[in-house]
């Protein structure tokens, strides 16, 4: 066992015996991230405070299971209308939570359509950071804090990538996360703010939204099995990713707040593969023939794509005694049987048992 990492766990059994309740706040709650994170906090006995944008239908179903009533005695999640493109609504919010730690979950976050809106992702994923940090300055706030900073940083580098690897990014979405990491690093290095960057590689779960390619793949192979769906079209299927389960990246993102000194760390499966892989891992795994329902949309191809995102978590595995269990094939199964299920179809279960196994004290819901 390395020292760093025996020191975290000596840092996490003196934070765990703090009799104080801990504050968190969370931007992008009611996100795939954002959800688990939120149930990873309660179970730690955590009070969790998250922002959430006013909609005239309600956009909360990833965190129903665990919402209650704020006028019951033992609440513990309390939800906050507001906008990270709204600098007086995060402020208002910082200073009335007061939190001991702040994760910025909230963006812009699909790669393809940050082409379309590039003024609009700037504005949320970018800015959006800087507005929370310096609405934390202006406060005094001595909150911890976190930025989800992403792989597609690093656009085309060579790989694997790691916390030296220089960035190159190649769209809207990743210039965006590319200002936020160094706004970060200016606030913790120029104020001395306990303020961090999680480069967390792809990471999927069956929260994930419909549009992102990986649910589009589980979502549809149940489908087409249900007879719901002719055909999945798709954009560039050579496009290789490092691809993890989104509950134990989110684990990664509390360990690197728990840490005395703040850092950015690069968390990810050390494993590449392409988009094709995972549909035909997917269609193998329903028992169909992809040939006869996969077909390929220009509409759905990036005018720039990395061709190659592999993490080199060294880093996170030595200072966080942070490692991932759930590898490509297994979390292709564990979407793909979610997604039969929420249609009523029987799935393999195969997804289902490696959760059970893998996770004996599992602090979410499965899907």
């Not at 919402?67 to 309390?78: C, G, I, K, S």
């Not at 939570?97 to 504005?123: C, K, M």
């Not at 549909?279 to 996969?294: H, R």
């Amino acid at each position: 066992m390395d020292r760093v990492g025996e020191s975290y766990r000596q840092q996490l059994t003196l934070l765990d015996c703090d009799s104080k309740m801990k504050s968190a706040l969370i931007t992008g709650i009611t996100g795939q991230d954002g959800s688990y994170l939120a149930e990873l906090l309660l179970s730690k006995g955590y009070e969790v405070h998250g922002i959430i944008r006013r909609a005239s239908t309600f956009n909360t179903s990833r965190i129903d299971h665990i919402y209650q009533d704020p006028h019951e005695l033992d609440a513990r999640l309390f939800l906050h209308y507001g906008d990270v493109s709204d600098s007086e609504q995060i402020s208002n919010v910082i200073t009335n939570v007061h939190p001991d730690e702040i994760y910025n979950l909230a963006a812009q976050t699909h790669v393809r359509i940050s082409f379309d809106t590039p003024e609009y992702t700037g504005n949320v994923t970018a800015l959006g950071t800087a507005r929370i940090l310096e609405s934390m300055r202006r406060a005094g706030s001595k909150a911890r804090f976190y930025q989800a900073s992403s792989s597609e940083m690093f656009g085309s580098e060579t790989t694997p990538q790691n916390e030296l690897t220089a960035f190159k990014p190649r769209s809207p979405y990743a210039c965006s996360k590319v200002f936020s990491y160094f706004t970060v690093v200016n606030y913790r290095e120029g104020y001395g703010m306990h303020a961090s960057n999680g480069i967390l590689f792809n990471h999927e779960s069956p929260r994930r939204g419909e549009t992102f390619v990986t649910r589009k793949v589980s979502r549809g192979v149940a489908h087409i099995v249900a007879k719901l769906q002719r055909k999945l079209a798709l954009g560039n299927l050579e496009a290789r990713r490092d691809w993890g389960y989104a509950p134990e990246y989110v684990e990664g993102m509390h360990r690197i707040v728990q840490l005395n000194n703040p850092g950015d760390f690069v968390m990810g499966t050390e494993e590449s593969h392409s988009v094709r892989e995972f549909v035909e891992e997917a269609f193998s795994y329903a028992d169909l023939d992809l040939e006869k329902f996969v077909e390929v949309d220009r509409r759905y191809l990036r005018p720039l794509d990395p061709e190659n995102l592999v993490a080199d978590s060294t880093r996170a595995r030595r200072s966080l005694d942070w490692s991932p269990k759930v590898k490509f094939k297994d979390l292709v199964k564990i979407m793909v049987d979610a997604d039969m299920r929420r249609i009523s179809l029987t799935p393999p279960g195969e997804g289902d048992l490696i959760v059970k196994k893998t996770f004996p004290n599992r602090w979410w819901k499965v899907d």
